[in-house]
């Protein structure tokens, strides 16, 4: 049957989108649109059609971008009005409180397609929301959206501050947006005099520059993994590489770390760990290095006693030309760390790249373990926290890799 005009342009797509639509993916890239039935507007909603018609999904559009459309609903009676909005973001938060229970003080509370906001992440940092648009067509509802976040979390005894937008990210220009960071002005809410906080995570205290730290100030994806080190640690001598705010680290030390050791090529990011140990009184069992981990790795030896390595890399990859060099990067770190380590000694290690894809990441793992000449002992297999969900019909919501192994 065909589709009824609405009051929105319609955009017919290619055989190959339609299948991927089927199949739960959000996007439509550029070279995938056929037909055009009314003029549409960047960042405005248009209607996505089969070519016989068959009405697909509504999303927003923009030529800007490679992304052509971003689809928010496949229901050809939703209105897209605030009570829509406010329904998405209710749902996102209930699923956060199922999934998180107690633990839901600093959190991520939008996950972009996840929760069917594209291209908007909301991280929550106690009593700060910290946001970053990615599309057009949310920065161009964020005055709808944002008083939701107050109000939704606010409604349930959640006390917000203030919300604060990330937008410095080059990505935005390639959509036709301006960087930008600063307080969202909030009807009748002084914003915060400080662009710093305080969060507590598995009962350790992590000051959080939201202003200037990486990506929303904080990552949040880890908090389990680094629980999950953190009853490895006691009695051990760990190596933290990549230590950036120090949160493994921490975890380890908590978890009865005899020493520990955390290493980044930053100055800023081992004055930042230094200042979050002192911040738990742990300065007495830690020692900081500014160093280059591919340049420190093989200085070390096995006589510097280290039985736990820790290995949390920035992403190596953003795109699929440069995996390959990537793969070479984390080779390179994991096999200096096995022969570092004694037999039987622990090693932690992950990449947070999404086109590192979990089985090259083995290969790699498996290929380092052959010429360290040691075996792995898998102790478990991790990914992201759940409050950044993975949607299996949207790959790029798969992206966390984390293993913790034995070396024997």
């Known amino acids: 049957m065909a589709f009824k005009k609405r009051e929105y342009p319609a955009i017919t797509i290619t055989k190959k989108a339609e299948t991927s639509i089927a199949g739960g993916h959000p996007w439509v890239y550029d070279g995938e649109l056929t037909g055009f039935d009314g003029r549409p507007e960047n960042g405005g909603l248009v209607d996505v059609l089969s070519s016989k018609g068959r009405y697909l999904g509504t999303g927003f559009y923009n030529d800007n971008s490679k992304i052509k459309i971003r689809l928010i609903s496949s229901n050809a009676n939703d209105k897209f009005d605030e009570a829509f909005?406010?329904?998405?973001?209710?749902?996102?938060?209930?699923?956060?409180?199922?999934?998180?229970?107690?633990?839901?003080?600093?959190?991520?509370?939008?996950?972009?397609?996840?929760d069917t906001f594209p291209g908007l992440t909301v991280d929550k940092f106690e009593d700060i929301l910290v946001t970053q648009t990615l599309s057009l067509g949310i920065e161009q509802r964020k005055d709808i959206i944002f008083p939701l976040l107050y109000k939704v979390l606010s409604e349930d005894g959640q006390k917000i501050?203030?919300?604060?937008?990330?937008?410095?990210?080059?990505?935005?220009?390639?959509?036709?947006?301006?960087?930008?960071?600063?307080?969202?002005?909030?009807?009748?809410?002084?914003?915060?005099?400080?662009?710093?906080?305080?969060?507590?995570?598995?009962?350790?205290?992590?000051?959080?520059?939201?202003?200037?730290?990486?990506?929303?100030?904080?990552?949040?994806d880890q908090k389990y993994n680094?629980?999950?080190?953190?009853?490895?640690?006691?009695?051990?001598?760990?190596?933290?590489?990549?230590?950036?705010?120090?949160?493994?680290?921490?975890?380890?030390?908590?978890?009865?770390?005899?020493?520990?050791?955390?290493?980044?090529?930053?100055?800023?990011?081992?004055?930042?760990?230094?200042?979050?140990?002192?911040?738990?009184?742990?300065?007495?069992?830690?020692?900081?290095?500014?160093?280059?981990?591919?340049?420190?790795?093989?200085?070390?030896?096995?006589?510097?006693?280290?039985?736990?390595?820790?290995?949390?890399?920035?992403?190596?990859?953003?795109?699929?030309?440069?995996?390959?060099?990537?793969?070479r990067g984390y080779k390179e770190i994991n096999l200096r760390a096995m022969k570092l380590l004694p037999r039987g000694g622990y090693l932690a290690t992950c990449s947070c790249s999404h086109f590192m894809k979990d089985e090259l990441f083995r290969t790699m793992l498996r290929s380092a373990a052959f010429d360290a000449h040691v075996s792995l002992r898998q102790i478990e297999a991790r990914q992201q926290s759940p409050d950044h969900p993975i949607l299996w019909n949207v790959p790029e919501t798969d992206y966390l890799k984390f293993y913790i192994f034995q070396v024997v």
């Not at 990330?166 to 930008?180: C, H, P, S, Y």
């Not at 995570?201 to 990552?219: A, P």
């Not at 051990?236 to 921490?250: E, Q, R």
């Open 161 to 220: 501050r203030g919300v604060f937008e990330r937008n410095d990210v080059a990505i935005r220009e390639l959509e036709g947006m301006t960087q930008n960071k600063g307080f969202y002005p909030l009807g009748g809410v002084p914003a915060p005099e400080s662009t710093s906080t305080v969060i507590t995570e598995n009962g350790i205290k992590y000051n959080v520059d939201f202003e200037n730290g990486q990506k929303t100030g904080f990552f949040l």
């Open 85 to 114: 909005f406010e329904r998405r973001i209710r749902y996102a938060w209930e699923y956060r409180k199922t999934v998180m229970r107690d633990d839901i003080g600093s959190c991520r509370v939008i996950f972009g397609e996840a």
């Open 226 to 327: 680094r629980l999950a080190v953190s009853r490895l640690a006691k009695g051990k001598k760990v190596l933290d590489c990549f230590t950036h705010t120090g949160s493994f680290a921490l975890n380890a030390v908590k978890g009865g770390a005899a020493h520990v050791c955390a290493v980044d090529i930053s100055e800023d990011a081992v004055e930042m760990a230094r200042a979050n140990a002192a911040l738990n009184g742990f300065e007495d069992r830690m020692s900081f290095r500014a160093a280059n981990v591919f340049d420190l790795l093989p200085e070390l030896s096995e006589k510097d006693g280290f039985d736990l390595i820790i290995l949390d890399p920035p992403a190596f990859t953003k795109s699929r030309s440069t995996v390959d060099s990537a793969m």
